[in-house]
């Protein structure tokens, strides 16, 4: 209040002058200051949503064409295994076989049944492939030991896994979004990263759900994660963060403390699988 | 000539305010219509009640002040919608009646009340950031400058800022400086007065809508 003691006429009018051509001044850049900040924040805004669209662009591209070569998989598997058994079978049961006689006849039967057996064989295993019996009947956990019992059957690496809470099933479309993503997880490790041993762990803290795998061999980093998601490579990793997209869960890529393992930590929210999916990704 | 424009500018929002009463319609600007009104109205009935009933300008433009500051007020109360701001106007509200009642009480010492007035500024100002810095923090608002509110709250802004020092020094004027100095006061209120007119002569826009929130909720399918 200083100002108001001021009772000289014409510093009076300097000071009225000034004070409102200062006022006046702060106003209007403060509300030119609003209209350019706002629309710098809505660019900022629009720039960020034109990139996670292509990031969706890239996650559905590679959604597409993984079901494509599960598609041209599934046709070779038929074509090539299936195809020519069934025409050999059906070649020991042409017609002609009335004209052998019996013993021949009796040959020509069975092998006929060996390979219709192979081939129910076969189309078992395809039919395992796309939907596994033991995750439908008896939940993650127990396909998941299978799964780790199997790559540890054939002798090219150790692997183990733990449940150490999952008292209660999920609904069925979420552990099979989570299997699938373990089986990706898993096949890379056994395609890329030359490791002797790999190892699951599950456990829960407060509402958060923890998938976490262990292994010994060249793995990558979260940052490594990232790139590979930007580019048009790496159609797998692509694929694993869709199908966590669905559960709204996240996955991280990290070095061990000790620098010996890599670590990957799927987080998932247990709210969100315990709901039913409207649609899942199979 | 200058005086006749002042009175001109002040009956514009009126006109404008009825001609684009369907535009205004369920903008929340009936509130700053009655204000226009009454500023219309003092205008008008002041030089009669000074000259019929002989009331001082003190009283006249204290009484003003209060109807001023409670329909701005008022108006920037239901505009704010941040439930943690919305109780900076009630206690701003309390301190301002406060003071007005004490400076009535304490009598007239000049022909202004320029405490009312000015701490009238202050706290207008005040609720006119707080409303602007609201506009910012809501993402439903993409162009601030094509919503009707923020020409109105820009007009009281503008008009009390630059008044503020002249309201400050209002009291201490002789008549003969306060003739010469209150020609701030007018060109301001012409300003506030057009800057009323724009923002009733605008079209309700949903082009002010964020971009960004329709494209997710188109994709997203989330309620706005």
């Known amino acids: 209040m200083i100002i108001l003691e001021v009772t000289n006429p014409g510093t009076v009018s300097q000071v009225l002058f000034l004070g409102t051509i200062g006022m006046l001044a702060l106003t209007i850049g403060l509300i030119v200051f609003i209209i350019f900040h706002q629309r710098r924040v809505i660019r900022y805004q629009l720039r960020l949503q034109r990139m996670e669209q292509d990031q969706q662009k890239l996650l559905l591209n590679a959604s597409i064409r993984l079901q494509e070569e599960e598609r041209q998989r599934i046709a070779a598997d038929l074509h090539d295994d299936a195809g020519p058994l069934l025409a050999t079978a059906r070649l020991y049961l042409n017609e002609n076989l009335v004209n052998l006689d019996k013993t021949t006849q009796l040959q020509s039967i069975y092998n006929a049944k060996q390979i219709i057996d192979d081939t129910i064989q076969l189309i078992r295993n395809i039919s395992h492939s796309l939907m596994p019996p033991t995750l439908k009947n008896f939940g993650l956990e127990s396909a998941v030991n299978d799964l780790f019992q199997k790559i540890s059957g054939s002798g090219s690496m150790n692997a183990s896994s733990r449940f150490h809470d999952y008292r209660e099933r999920l609904q069925p479309e979420n552990e099979l979004i989570i299997f699938r993503v373990i089986q990706e997880l898993v096949n890379n490790i056994l395609k890329h990263s030359n490791a002797s041993f790999i190892h699951l762990t599950q456990n829960t803290s407060g509402s958060k759900f923890f998938i976490r795998l262990h292994h010994d061999g060249r793995g990558i980093t979260q940052n490594d994660f990232n790139k590979l998601n930007k580019s048009n490579v790496g159609l797998g990793l692509k694929n694993i963060q869709s199908r966590l997209k669905v559960l709204h869960g996240q996955i991280f890529f990290e070095k061990d403390l000790s620098q010996t393992y890599y670590k990957v930590t799927i987080e998932l929210i247990k709210e969100e699988m315990a709901k039913p999916e409207p649609s899942g990704l199979e | ?224």
């Open chain 2, 1 to 224: 000539m200058f005086y006749l424009l002042v009175f001109i500018s002040e009956l514009l929002p009126v006109v404008f305010y009825v001609s684009f009463l369907r535009r205004n319609r369920h903008e929340g600007l009936q509130v700053v219509f009655i204000y226009c009104l009454a500023s219309f109205a003092t205008e008008i009935l002041a030089p009669a009640l000074k000259s019929a009933f002989n009331v001082s300008d003190f009283y006249l433009y204290a009484s003003f002040t209060v109807i001023e500051y409670s329909l701005l007020t008022l108006f920037l109360y239901r505009s704010i919608q941040d439930s943690r701001l919305k109780y900076v106007p009630i206690v701003g509200s309390v301190v301002f009646f406060t003071l007005v009642v004490a400076n009535f009480l304490q009598g007239r010492t000049s022909n202004f009340d320029s405490l009312s007035a000015s701490v009238e500024a202050i706290l207008i100002i005040i609720y006119s950031i707080m409303f602007l810095y609201a506009q910012i923090k809501d993402p439903s608002v993409l162009f601030v400058y094509n919503t009707k509110k923020f020409w109105v709250v820009s007009a009281f802004f503008i008009y009390f800022s630059s008044t503020l020092f002249l309201f400050l020094y209002a009291a201490t004027f002789t008549p003969k400086e306060h003739k010469s100095y209150w020609y701030i006061n007018n060109i301001f209120d012409i300003i506030k007065n057009i800057l009323f007119c724009i923002a009733f002569a605008m079209k309700k826009s949903d082009k002010s809508k964020n971009p960004v929130l329709e494209s997710y909720e188109d994709s997203y399918g989330i309620e706005p």
